[in-house]
C-alpha cells in the first residue's frame, strides 16, 4: 500500500462513511420511496405504462390528506383523512387514465408529467392558499411555527413505542439511533411496503395479472384473445395510484408536513431509477432498489464529502457547497448507465428487461 | 399425436354438397351464413383500399380469400375483426351486428383471428398463452383475483383444456418455454391452438402459412381442414396457390378492394376475370395449370 | 414549399392561441363588486408629510364617492365598491402654507380601477416646492394588450428555438430527448463563459461561441452515446430514459462548474426600456427578436433548399424509403444533433439576454417545450415554430387575466399540452399515421 492510499484511508471516517447510507436504507425515507416503487412497478413493470407522474398520486394522498385534516373535517379524523387521500389519488388515477391510456408510450409518458406539474403549480399556487397554504404548505405557517404536525396522531398518540413523558428518546447503535417517532413510522413504514408488495406480487400471478403482462407486450394481441385492454391499464393505474398515495401519505405524516416542492419530477425519476436499480417486474426489486437507491447515493455524497473535507479532492474540481449535487450527477449516471448495461436491474429477468417499442 | 393422416374426405364432401346450390358469383347468397357483409369501404388518403358490397360467408366450412398483393385482404380481416374502422358498411355475425363494435368485443362473441405476423406473446411461457386464450375466467376480474380459492377450480380446468390443445398440436413438451424461443411455424400452430381455446364458431386466419418451413406447411393444413371438420367456421388469407386449392372449400377473390369472383377452387381457376386479376404475378392461376414456364413474361 | 395546407394550419394555430388568450383577457368577466377596496395614497413634500389636506374621489359620473383627509403620516384612503373611472382631486383650498403643486402639472389624477387585482389601489402625488407629478400613469387596455402580444411574440421565438431541435431529432431518430433542456443552459452558461474571460470584445463573439459549443456538444452526444446505444440496438423508450439520467447529469455538473447564483450578462446588464410607438421595449430585444426570427427562417431554408435538409425531411416522413434512395441516415441523423443543438443553445443565450442566466432555465423551459413541439406536431421542424409561437403567446397573454396569477403561464402551457395530445396527438402540422 502507497503512502498516499494510507493516508487517504486514515483521514476517513468509516464509521460516518458507511452508517450514513446504511442509516439511509431503512430510513423512513427509503419505505416511502419502496412504495411508491411498488406502485410503479405495477404500473411500468407489469402493466408497460410509462408512468412519468408518480408524484401526482403521491401529492394526491398527501395533500388530499393533509387539507381534510387542517380544515377539521369531521373534527380532525385521521382515518377520515387518509381515506379520502386514497379516494382523491383514485379519482386522479381515472381523470389521467381515460383520456390518456389510449396514447402510446412516449405520449403517455410526455402527459403524466405534465398532469402531474400542473398538480404541483396549483397546489403552489397562491390562488388557494386557503386551502392549499400556497408555496409554504400545510400545516401553514402559523401553526408550524407552534410546533403542530400532521404526524402527531400517528406519531405520538398511537405509537406504542411514544413515551410523553419523554419523547426525544432514542433507540439503536452506532450511527443507527432513532426517535420513538421516526422508529413507529419506520416499522410502520416498511410494514406497508411488504404487504403492498406481497399483495402487488399476488395480483400479479394471478389470472389478472396475466393479461396484464399480456397487455405490457402486446396489447392487440389481448385484444384479440378477447380481453378490455383500456379497462386492464385502468385497473392497474388506480391500484398503483392508491400505492403511490400511501406512500405521499407516509411522507406526509412522517415528516410532519406537506409542500409542493415534495412533488417535483425529480421525486419520480428518483421513484424511477430505484425501481430500474432493484429490477422492474420482480417482486421485491422495488425494495431493494429504493434502499439501495439511497445506499449508494448517501455513500458516495459523503465519501465525496469526506475526500472534499480533507483535502483530496480539490476545492476547484468540488466544493464543499457543490457535494450535494455530485448525488444527483450519481444519480444521472445510475439511471442511465442501468438503462445501457443492466435494464433489468438487480432482481430482473434480462428477457422481461427488454420492453419493444410500442 | 398420431401420425396417422386423419381422414377429412367426409367434412369436403359434406362442405361440397352444401355449396353445390350456390351461384359462383360475386356476393352470392349462402344457405347459411354465419358472416354477412354490407358495403364496407376503407379509403387511405385518395385510395379505396377496401370497398366490398355485398359478401356473404357460409357456415362449416374453409372459405379462401385471395387476390393479388395489395388486394386488400388484410385491411378486410382488420376491418371485420375491429382492428381497423371503415368509412362506411355494417356486418353481422350470427345476427350480431358488428358495426363499431370494439376488436375484445367481437373475439369474445366467438369470432376470433389471428396474425399474419403472429403475435404470440414472447416473454409468456406457450402455456401462459393458451391459457391466456380461454374466456371467461373468473381470475381475471380484479375482484376476484386477490383470492385464489375463488378462481382456483376454473383455473385448473382451463389448464386441462390448454394441455389437451397442446397435445393435440404437438407442443405439450414446448409448455413451460417461452414463446421466443418457439419457430416460426411453431408459433402460427401456438396462436392457432390459443385461438382455438375460445371455443370459436368463427376463426380467420391471416397468412397462416407464411414463413413456415415448408416442411411444416402439410401439418398445418392438416389442422386446419379439422377445424372445420369439428364444425369451426374457417376463412382465411393466403397467397400460396397451391395450399389454396388443395384445401378451400369456397375461394372469394378479391382484386383492387373489391370481391370480383366467388366459387369453388375449380369454378374459380377458370373464372376469365380472375385469370385477368392475376395475369402476370408467378402465383398466378397458370402455376397450378402447370402453364407457368409459357406464361412467364 | 409549404403545402397550403400547412399555412393554413399554421396560421389557424397562431390566432387560435390569440384569440383564446384575448378572449379570455377580456371576456373573463371580474365581478363588478368588491368589499374592502380602496384608493389610498401618502401625500409627502420634500420627504416631509403633508397633513390635513382633502382628498376628493369622483366615478366617471361625477358623482362624489369619497373623500378623506391625510393623516398626521400624509397618508388617506377612500373606500370604492365598483369598477369604474375614478377622478382623484386634492383640494387645493386645504394644502397648507408653502406646499402647492409643480408647475403644469395639476390637482388631478384620472385612476382606472378595471379588475379587482389587489385590495389597495395607490394614487399619488408628489407635493414639492409647488409642484406635484401624478406618480401613475395607466396605459390603456389596447396597449397593454399589444404589449403583452409583444412579448408573447419574443417567448415564442426562444421556445421555438429550443423546440426546433427536440422536434428535429424526434422525427429523425425517433427519440425523445429530455436532454434538450439542458442544451439551452449549456448554451447560455458557456456564451456567459466566453463573455467573462474576454469581457472586451463585443458581444457578438461570446454569443457565437456559446452557439458553436452547443453544436459541439450535440455533435459529441450523437457520436459518443446516442449512436453506439442505437447500435446496441436499444429502443426508443431505453433511449429517453436515458436521456433523463443524461439530462442530470448535464444539469447538475452546470449546477456546480457555473453555480447556482443566477447572473446576468455583462454586456447588457439592465437596459431601459425605449418606446417604440406604444410598446416599450428594451433594446435587447429589438436585436433579439429578429435575430431569432432570421435564425428560425434560416432553419426553413435549410430544410427546403439545401440536401442535408431535404434528407431530415425525408428520413423524418419515411425512414426505410429514405433509406434506399441513398440518403445516409447516421450523416442526416448526425446533422439535426448539431443543428438542433445549436439552436437550443442560441435559444438559451437569448433567454439569458431577456432574463438572466441560471442553472435551472433549460428545466423551467423543458415542458414549456414540450407543450410547443407537440402542439405543432412532434417531428417537424415548422410544427416546433409554430407551437412555440402559439404557447409564447398564449401564456403570455393569460398573464393579462387578472382573476390568475403569474403561476398560471406555466399552466396554460401544461394545460394545452395535455389537451393537445389526447384531442389531436399528432398536433397541428403532424401526420396521423407516425402515431403507434
Not at chain 3, 416646492?129 to 399589444?146: K, M, S, Y
Amino acid at each position: 500500500m502507497s503512502h498516499n492510499s494510507e493516508l487517504i484511508l486514515a483521514a476517513i471516517d468509516f464509521s460516518k462513511l458507511f452508517g450514513t447510507p446504511i442509516r439511509a436504507m431503512i430510513n423512513v425515507q427509503a419505505a416511502v420511496f419502496a412504495l411508491a416503487a411498488v406502485g410503479l412497478n405495477l404500473h411500468y413493470g407489469f402493466t408497460g405504462l410509462l408512468n412519468v407522474g408518480m408524484v401526482a398520486f403521491m401529492a394526491a394522498g398527501a395533500y388530499g390528506m393533509a387539507i381534510i385534516v387542517t380544515q377539521g373535517v369531521l373534527g380532525g379524523s385521521v382515518l377520515f383523512a387518509i381515506l379520502i387521500g386514497l379516494i382523491f389519488a383514485a379519482f386522479i388515477a381515472l381523470v389521467i387514465g381515460v383520456p390518456a391510456l389510449r396514447l402510446r408510450g412516449d405520449y403517455l409518458a410526455i402527459v403524466t408529467i405534465a398532469i402531474a406539474e400542473v398538480m404541483r403549480v396549483s397546489f403552489r399556487s397562491t390562488k388557494w392558499l386557503e386551502w392549499t397554504g400556497g408555496p409554504f404548505g400545510l400545516p401553514r405557517a402559523e401553526e408550524r411555527s407552534a410546533g403542530i404536525s400532521l404526524g402527531d396522531r400517528i406519531g405520538e398518540d398511537w405509537n406504542p413505542l411514544f413515551a410523553a413523558d419523554d419523547p426525544t428518546r432514542t433507540w439503536g447503535f452506532w450511527q443507527l439511533e432513532f426517535n420513538m417517532r421516526d422508529l413507529w413510522f419506520m416499522i410502520v413504514g416498511w410494514l406497508l411496503v411488504i404487504l403492498c408488495s406481497v399483495m402487488v406480487w399476488r395480483l400479479v400471478q394471478s389470472p389478472w395479472g396475466r393479461v396484464i403482462k399480456a397487455i405490457r407486450e402486446d396489447e392487440d394481441a389481448a385484444r384479440a384473445l378477447g380481453k378490455n385492454v383500456f379497462n386492464y391499464k385502468l385497473q392497474s393505474l388506480v391500484i398503483g395510484g392508491v400505492i403511490g398515495a400511501l406512500a405521499g401519505l407516509l411522507r406526509a405524516f412522517s415528516s410532519g408536513f406537506v409542500q409542493s416542492d415534495q412533488f417535483k419530477p425529480q421525486t419520480t425519476f428518483f421513484i424511477w431509477t430505484a425501481l430500474i436499480l432493484g429490477g422492474a417486474a420482480s417482486k421485491w426489486g422495488p425494495v431493494i432498489g429504493a434502499a439501495l437507491f439511497w445506499g449508494v447515493l448517501l455513500f458516495v455524497e459523503e465519501l465525496v464529502r469526506q475526500l472534499v473535507d480533507n483535502g483530496w479532492i480539490p476545492e476547484w474540481l468540488i466544493s464543499p457547497t457543490d457535494v450535494s449535487q455530485v448525488k444527483l450527477i450519481m444519480m444521472g449516471v445510475m439511471l442511465a448507465g442501468l438503462m445501457i448495461w443492466r435494464p433489468q436491474g438487480i432482481l430482473g429477468k434480462k428477457e422481461e428487461a427488454l420492453l419493444d417499442v410500442r | 399425436m398420431s401420425d396417422n393422416p386423419v381422414d377429412h374426405s367426409i367434412a369436403k364432401e359434406k362442405a361440397a354438397a352444401v355449396l353445390a346450390t350456390v351461384a359462383d358469383e360475386a356476393g352470392s347468397s349462402k344457405p347459411d351464413a354465419i358472416l354477412n357483409v354490407q358495403n364496407v369501404s376503407r379509403s387511405f388518403g385518395g385510395l379505396k383500399a377496401v370497398d366490398v358490397k355485398e359478401l356473404h360467408v357460409q357456415r362449416g366450412i374453409i372459405t379462401a380469400f385471395i387476390g393479388p398483393n395489395g388486394a386488400g385482404k388484410t385491411t378486410f380481416f382488420n376491418l371485420l375483426t375491429g382492428f381497423d374502422e371503415p368509412d362506411t358498411g355494417t356486418w353481422q355475425f350470427d345476427g350480431s351486428e358488428l358495426a363499431k363494435k370494439p376488436s375484445h368485443s367481437i373475439a369474445q362473441m366467438g369470432m376470433v383471428r389471428t396474425f399474419q405476423l403472429t403475435k404470440s406473446l414472447g416473454k409468456m411461457s406457450v402455456m401462459d398463452n393458451m391459457l391466456l386464450g380461454a374466456p371467461n375466467q373468473q381470475g381475471e376480474k380484479l375482484s376476484f383475483s386477490l383470492l385464489r380459492g375463488l378462481w382456483r377450480k376454473q383455473e385448473s380446468e382451463v389448464r386441462a383444456k390448454a394441455d389437451d390443445l397442446l397435445e393435440r398440436f404437438n407442443m405439450t413438451h414446448m409448455a413451460d418455454e417461452y414463446a421466443a424461443t418457439l419457430s416460426g411455424g411453431q408459433r402460427k400452430l401456438l396462436e392457432m391452438a390459443r385461438a382455438l381455446m375460445a371455443d370459436p364458431a368463427l376463426i380467420l386466419l391471416d397468412e397462416p402459412m407464411a414463413g413456415v418451413n415448408p416442411a411444416l406447411v402439410q401439418s398445418l393444413l392438416g389442422h386446419v381442414e379439422s377445424l372445420r371438420d369439428d364444425g369451426v367456421s374457417v376463412l382465411f388469407v393466403e397467397h400460396d396457390m397451391d395450399v389454396i386449392m388443395g384445401i378451400s372449400d369456397w375461394i372469394v377473390v378479391l382484386a383492387e378492394g373489391s370481391v370480383i369472383a366467388e366459387g369453388t377452387p375449380a369454378q374459380v381457376s377458370k373464372n376469365p376475370k380472375v385469370i385477368d386479376a392475376y395475369l402476370g404475378t408467378e402465383d398466378g392461376m397458370a402455376a397450378s395449370d402447370g402453364r407457368r414456364g409459357e406464361d412467364a413474361q | 414549399m409549404l403545402s397550403p395546407r400547412t399555412v393554413r394550419f399554421g396560421l389557424l394555430a397562431v390566432l387560435t392561441a390569440l384569440i383564446f388568450s384575448l378572449l379570455g383577457a377580456l371576456f373573463l368577466a371580474p365581478p363588478a363588486e368588491a368589499q374592502g377596496a380602496i384608493l389610498n395614497g401618502t401625500l409627502k413634500a420634500q420627504g416631509e408629510s403633508v397633513v390635513g389636506v382633502v382628498v376628493v374621489v369622483s366615478d366617471s359620473a361625477g358623482e362624489e364617492v369619497g373623500r378623506a383627509t391625510s393623516g398626521d403620516d400624509g397618508k388617506w384612503e377612500v373606500p370604492i365598491t365598483k369598477l369604474d373611472e375614478y377622478l382623484v382631486s386634492i383640494d387645493v383650498t386645504s394644502l397648507p402654507e408653502g406646499v402647492g403643486f409643480k408647475e403644469g402639472a395639476t390637482n388631478e389624477v384620472l385612476k382606472e380601477i378595471d379588475a379587482w387585482t389587489r385590495e389597495k389601489f395607490p394614487v399619488g402625488f408628489r407635493l414639492e416646492d409647488g409642484g406635484a407629478v401624478p406618480l401613475l400613469t395607466i396605459d390603456p387596455l389596447w396597449q397593454r394588450i399589444l404589449q403583452r402580444a409583444v412579448s408573447g411574440l419574443r417567448v415564442g421565438l426562444l421556445v421555438a428555438l429550443a423546440a426546433v431541435g427536440l422536434s428535429l431529432i424526434y422525427g429523425v431518430t425517433g427519440l425523445v430527448n429530455f436532454a434538450h433542456s439542458e442544451m439551452v443552459t449549456f448554451g447560455a452558461v458557456t456564451a456567459f463563459g466566453f463573455e467573462a474571460m474576454a469581457p472586451s470584445l463585443p458581444f457578438v463573439v461570446p454569443v457565437f461561441l456559446g452557439i458553436m459549443a452547443g453544436a459541439a456538444l450535440g455533435f459529441v452526444l450523437e457520436r459518443g452515446l446516442f449512436k453506439p446505444l442505437r447500435k446496441r440496438k436499444m429502443n426508443n423508450i431505453s433511449l429517453m430514459i436515458v436521456s433523463i439520467g443524461l439530462a442530470f447529469v448535464l444539469r447538475y455538473l452546470i449546477a456546480i462548474y457555473f453555480g447556482t447564483e443566477p447572473l446576468a450578462y455583462k454586456h447588457y446588464l439592465l437596459q431601459t426600456e425605449r418606446n417604440i410607438g406604444p410598446i416599450a421595449l428594451p433594446p435587447k430585444d429589438l436585436v433579439i427578436m429578429p435575430v431569432a426570427l432570421f435564425l428560425l427562417v434560416l432553419v426553413g431554408f435549410l430544410l427546403q433548399k439545401t440536401r442535408i435538409g431535404t434528407s431530415m425531411r425525408a428520413v423524418a416522413d419515411n425512414p426505410p424509403l429514405a433509406e434506399s434512395s441513398g440518403i445516409d441516415i447516421n450523416k442526416t441523423i448526425l446533422a439535426v444533433w448539431i443543428a438542433g443543438s445549436a439552436l437550443a443553445a442560441a435559444g438559451g443565450i437569448f433567454l439569458g439576454l431577456t432574463n438572466i442566466v441560471e442553472w435551472q432555465m433549460g428545466e423551467k423551459l423543458l415542458l414549456l417545450i414540450f407543450a410547443a413541439v407537440t402542439l405543432g406536431g412532434l417531428g417537424t421542424a415548422y410544427g416546433a415554430i409554430v407551437g412555440g409561437l402559439a404557447i409564447g403567446m398564449a401564456s403570455e397573454m393569460t398573464s393579462m387575466v387578472p382573476f390568475l396569477g403569474p403561476d398560471f403561464k406555466f399552466m396554460v402551457a401544461l394545460v394545452v399540452l395535455i389537451v393537445i395530445l389526447l384531442v389531436r396527438p399528432q398536433g397541428i402540422l403532424g401526420v396521423r399515421e407516425r402515431l403507434g
